[in-house]
């Protein structure tokens, strides 16, 4: 039976968090900032050894001054693995690892079995085991079993499912005042005891484990809905020429659709929203429930980064051996995470048509690019035939459009990241298109022809055929 009450924040719990990732140095962090005991496990020596030293791997605003806190306050500890001492009195060990995709687009739950294997064989009393990763629905149940497999005799341990919902680059102010709690438990005893664990007063959403794993993939998929839809209104403004952001602003104000994520601009990617798409899709292919809305979602995004390539061929008359200077790979502003970023993927279709890519952002972290990086926008800029800000940085958006002017060789900005003011670019004596706004790509001086109706009073008569009409 599912309820929604209010979380009460009661009295404090030791817990170990496994993964100082986005959402367990998070978890950690916050968990420790509301009172509770905890240590955080962190296996990799790249991520363990600035914490150690009292600085987040991470860039989350925040996050590295809570962390300071914690460890002076005594309540958080880290440690680079989980054996007999992490696991000494812990009540609920939360894991926070990676679920990536595998080959075929199905979240691999390797590290997550092997966590919970982990936390599993060094528990002494009985625990309780969170899972936060975002994983399928079923999930849980298989854990549990990993997890019996595991224990030591006598030792029981509850799998609970209680996803994440937290935003890159906004991830302490999420934790700390989240939109919903979602517990999904077997044991209302057992739910209550994670609910505790989150700040008070905050809707709670209860219900059993498959409900809260859903409840997660079917959010992320919604949020991917919102941001293809947003970017078919915007081809249509395109072609209107209208603007988009103020179109999606008229339908989004209406509460019954909201307005975030209502934005025009290079698709969605991260992390989180590509991954949980096509595992929302596994999973409808698996349980042989359609997921078509999704899947155009997800096509639409997959056209994206290809449109703007588009408009960067037409504007420049073919991008090959043409230099590009791409302000932006950061998959969001904010964030120094480039997983599966529409900046990296519009700069690998450029790369691959031939194009120079020289790149600029201020604190992304990139494993490999084709292109050059530079430490500067206008090193970027600098003699580039066309300018394509990627990254909806602020830095980008209070560019001086005349300083760019004088040093672009070409005179094309693509705004793909709905950053720049396009008038005062325009006026700069720079051919600026944007998502959804500025110079039309295709401008339908007819609205739509043919009209199909008629209105005998006034006169207006449909004349056979598709292309007009007659008084009548
Ligand atoms: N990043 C987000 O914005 C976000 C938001 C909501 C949900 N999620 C979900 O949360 C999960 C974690 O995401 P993330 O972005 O924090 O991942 P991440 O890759 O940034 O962090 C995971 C960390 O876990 C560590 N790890 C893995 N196995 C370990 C083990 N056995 N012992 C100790 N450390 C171990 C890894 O070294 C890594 O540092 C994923 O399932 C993701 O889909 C992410």
């Given at each position: 039976?599912?309820?929604?009450?209010?979380?009460?924040?009661?009295?404090?719990?030791?817990?170990?968090?496994?993964?100082?990732?986005?959402?367990?140095?998070?978890?950690?962090?916050?968990?420790?900032?509301?009172?509770?005991?905890?240590?955080?496990?962190?296996?990799?020596?790249?991520?363990?050894?600035?914490?150690?030293?009292?600085?987040?791997?991470?860039?989350?605003?925040?996050?590295?001054?809570?962390?300071?806190?914690?460890?002076?306050?005594?309540?958080?500890?880290?440690?680079?693995?989980?054996?007999?001492?992490?696991?000494?009195?812990v009540?609920?060990?939360?894991?926070?690892?990676?679920?990536?995709p595998?080959?075929?687009?199905?979240?691999?739950?390797?590290?997550?079995?092997?966590?919970?294997?982990?936390?599993?064989?060094n528990?002494?009393?009985?625990?309780?085991?969170?899972?936060?990763?975002?994983?399928?629905?079923?999930?849980?149940?298989?854990?549990?079993?990993?997890?019996?497999?595991?224990?030591?005799?006598?030792?029981?341990?509850?799998?609970?499912?209680?996803?994440?919902?937290?935003?890159e680059?906004?991830?302490?102010?999420?934790?700390?005042?989240?939109?919903?709690?979602?517990?999904?438990?077997?044991?209302?005893?057992?739910?209550?005891?994670?609910?505790?664990l989150?700040?008070?007063?905050?809707?709670?959403?209860?219900?059993?484990?498959?409900?809260?794993?859903?409840?997660?993939?079917?959010?992320?998929?919604?949020?991917?809905?919102?941001?293809?839809?947003?970017?078919?209104?915007?081809?249509?403004?395109?072609?209107?020429?209208?603007?988009?952001?103020?179109?999606?602003?008229?339908?989004?104000?209406?509460?019954?659709?909201g307005?975030?994520?209502?934005?025009?601009?290079?698709?969605?990617?991260g992390?989180?929203?590509?991954?949980?798409?096509?595992?929302?899709?596994?999973?409808?292919?698996?349980m042989?429930?359609?997921?078509?809305?999704?899947?155009?979602?997800?096509?639409?995004?997959?056209?994206?980064?290809?449109?703007?390539?588009?408009?960067?061929?037409?504007?420049?008359?073919?991008?090959?051996?043409?230099?590009?200077?791409?302000?932006?790979l950061?998959?969001?502003?904010?964030?120094?995470?480039?997983?599966?970023?529409?900046a990296?993927?519009?700069?690998?279709?450029?790369?691959?048509?031939?194009?120079?890519?020289?790149?600029?952002?201020?604190?992304?972290?990139?494993?490999?690019?084709?292109?050059?990086?530079?430490?500067?926008?206008?090193?970027?800029?600098?003699?580039?035939?066309?300018?394509?800000?990627?990254?909806?940085?602020?830095?980008?958006?209070?560019?001086?459009?005349?300083?760019?002017?004088?040093?672009?060789?070409?005179?094309?900005?693509?705004?793909?990241?709905?950053?720049?003011?396009?008038?005062?670019?325009?006026?700069?004596?720079?051919?600026?298109?944007?998502?959804?706004?500025?110079a039309?790509?295709?401008?339908h001086?007819?609205?739509?022809?043919?009209?199909?109706?008629?209105?005998?009073?006034?006169?207006?008569?449909?004349?056979?055929?598709?292309?007009?009409?007659?008084?009548?």
């Amino acid at each position: 039976m599912t309820s929604i009450e209010m979380t009460k924040g009661a009295r404090s719990h030791s817990v170990l968090v496994v993964g100082a990732g986005y959402v367990g140095l998070t978890s950690a962090v916050c968990f420790a900032h509301l009172g509770h005991q905890v240590v955080c496990v962190e296996a990799n020596p790249f991520r363990l050894a600035p914490l150690l030293e009292g600085r987040s791997p991470i860039h989350e605003p925040g996050l590295e001054e809570l962390m300071v806190e914690g460890v002076l306050s005594d309540r958080l500890h880290f440690a680079p693995a989980i054996g007999k001492e992490e696991m000494t009195g812990v009540e609920v060990a939360l894991l926070a690892v990676g679920t990536p995709p595998d080959e075929n687009g199905d979240p691999d739950l390797t590290q997550l079995a092997a966590a919970a294997r982990e936390v599993s064989a060094n528990a002494a009393g009985d625990l309780v085991v969170v899972v936060k990763s975002t994983v399928p629905p079923g999930s849980c149940e298989a854990i549990e079993l990993v997890c019996a497999e595991a224990a030591l005799e006598g030792v029981r341990i509850s799998v609970v499912s209680s996803p994440e919902f937290l935003r890159e680059s906004r991830a302490v102010e999420d934790f700390l005042a989240p939109d919903r709690v979602v517990v999904g438990a077997s044991d209302s005893q057992v739910a209550d005891l994670v609910a505790d664990l989150y700040p008070a007063g905050v809707p709670l959403v209860k219900t059993d484990r498959r409900g809260a794993e859903l409840i997660k993939y079917a959010a992320n998929a919604f949020l991917a809905v919102k941001i293809s839809f947003a970017n078919e209104v915007a081809a249509m403004c395109e072609s209107l020429g209208t603007e988009a952001a103020t179109v999606l602003l008229g339908v989004g104000l209406d509460q019954r659709i909201g307005k975030d994520f209502l934005r025009p601009g290079p698709g969605y990617g991260g992390s989180c929203l590509p991954k949980d798409v096509s595992g929302f899709q596994a999973l409808g292919r698996a349980m042989g429930t359609p997921t078509r809305v999704v899947a155009a979602a997800e096509e639409v995004n997959q056209e994206a980064s290809r449109a703007a390539l588009m408009k960067l061929e037409m504007g420049l008359a073919g991008v090959a051996g043409k230099t590009i200077a791409l302000l932006g790979l950061a998959f969001k502003p904010g964030t120094d995470d480039s997983r599966d970023s529409p900046a990296l993927k519009l700069a690998e279709l450029l790369i691959s048509s031939g194009a120079r890519v020289r790149a600029y952002d201020p604190l992304a972290r990139v494993e490999s690019f084709a292109g050059e990086r530079v430490d500067c926008a206008f090193d970027a800029i600098e003699d580039a035939d066309a300018l394509v800000v990627a990254t909806a940085w602020q830095e980008f958006s209070v560019l001086s459009p005349m300083a760019v002017a004088e040093r672009l060789a070409g005179r094309m900005v693509l705004d793909a990241a709905g950053a720049l003011d396009l008038e005062s670019w325009s006026e700069a004596g720079l051919v600026v298109y944007g998502i959804g706004r500025g110079a039309p790509v295709a401008f339908h001086p007819v609205v739509w022809p043919p009209l199909r109706w008629a209105h005998h009073r006034s006169g207006l008569r449909l004349l056979d055929g598709d292309t007009g009409f007659v008084a009548g």
